[in-house]
Nanobody
Framework: QVQLVEYGGGWVQAGGSLRVSCAAS????????MGWFRQAPGKEREFVAA????????YYADSVKGRFTISRDNAKNTVYLQMNSLKPEDTAVYYC?????????????????WGQGTQVTVSS
């Protein structure tokens, strides 16, 4: 069992930056592949970024590529999403997810554990 807690969301003006974090607890959580997803009001949850257990493989949605960076610190059992050049369309609740399998995946159905989400609001 893995517990995930996101934090660091908030309000920022367009063009600004924000970093959200996800603290994982539970056995061997540092060996899990991790992902960030987001859900805007009235829309389906969508993939944002993913990282392998070692951090050696990363994958991004086209909409955030070049602006967002996913990273992890396995010593702290924490995954980060650094968001730069934020746009109003990035406004959403951001969720982190974990799965014990290897590699990276963009599929919501592949992740076994989810956090409660943190709100990110970007104003124009």
């Amino acid at each position: 069992q893995v517990q995930l807690v996101e934090y660091g969301g908030g309000w920022v003006q367009a063009g600004g930056s924000l970093r959200v974090s996800c603290a994982a607890s539970g056995r061997r959580s540092s060996r899990y592949r991790m992902g960030w997803f987001r859900q805007a009001p009235g829309k389906e949850r969508e993939f944002v970024a993913a990282i392998s257990a070692s951090g050696g493989s990363r994958y991004y949605a086209d909409s955030v590529k070049g602006r967002f960076t996913i990273s992890r610190d396995n010593a702290k059992n924490t995954v980060y999403l650094q968001m730069n050049s934020l746009k109003p369309e990035d406004t959403a609740v951001y969720y982190c997810a974990a799965d014990p399998s290897g590699g990276v995946t963009i599929l919501i159905s592949d992740y076994d554990y989810w956090g409660q989400g943190t709100q990110v609001t970007v104003s124009s």
